[in-house]
Antibody, heavy 119, light 113 residues
């Protein structure tokens, strides 16, 4: 059974950093590209970042470019999102999701982890 | 960047009746080399992550009931629930995955009338 389990969320102050993790089981992690999508409380979905199966290519939304870094460790079947210089508008549930290749949609999402940025 | 706009923002439909959600992209998401529309539909129930229903605009994901169908091409798309069931109460999102940045519609909330 496919499982994606996010962790690392919490309450942080503006300007600080946080690292999210996503542990994958039930599929061959290294064969899939991965993505982070966030959802502010009561709002819609916003794509944050994606990474290819090998990790050689990464992509970012303009709203997080230069502040967030996506990475993966295929030996640990894990995806990460390093978030620096956090802002109040980064407050959201962060979902990790898998997709097979570029040009395909995410076909399975984790339950998400809540990040709250507040002073 | 592609902008995705859904309509309506919400709708209330009687059980067993048809629900129709529209999605419009600001640019063509039909890729001429393979004739595929890079447009998907997701269902999100309260407290749950999104669930993929439809991809390539009209291909139903495995396990999705056949009362869900997608249609359209280019810039105009539709998700139809042919006979609304109580378990279909959710927010539905269309999603352009033509290229980064990915875009999602703002969501359409479907309720029972």
């Amino acid at each position: 059974e496919v499982q994606l389990l996010e962790s690392g969320g919490g309450l942080v102050h503006p300007g600080t950093s946080l690292r999210l993790s996503c542990a994958a089981t039930g599929f061959t992690f290294s064969n899939y590209a991965m993505t982070w999508v966030r959802q502010a409380p009561g709002k819609g979905l916003e794509w944050v970042s994606s990474i290819t199966d090998s990790g050689s290519n990464t992509y970012y939304a303009d709203s997080v470019k230069g502040r967030f870094t996506i990475s993966r460790d295929n030996s640990k079947s894990s995806l990460y999102l390093q978030m620096n210089s956090l802002r109040a508008e980064d407050t959201a549930i962060y979902y990790c999701a898998k997709y097979i290749i570029a040009g395909t949609p995410p076909d399975y999402w984790g339950q998400g982890t809540l990040v709250t940025v507040s002073s | 960047d592609i902008v995705v706009t859904q309509s309506p923002d919400s709708l209330a439909v009687s059980l067993g009746e048809r629900a129709t959600i529209n999605c419009k992209t600001s640019q063509n998401v039909l890729y001429s080399s393979n004739s595929k529309n890079y447009l998907g539909w997701y269902q999100q129930k309260p407290g749950q992550p999104p669930k993929l229903l439809i991809y390539w605009a009209s291909t139903r994901e495995s396990g999705v009931p056949d009362r869900f169908s997608g249609s359209g091409s280019g810039t105009d798309f539709t998700l139809t629930i042919s006979s609304l069931q109580a378990e279909d109460v959710a927010v539905y999102y269309c999603h352009d995955y033509f290229g980064t940045p990915w875009a999602f519609g703002q969501g359409t909330k479907v309720e029972i009338k």
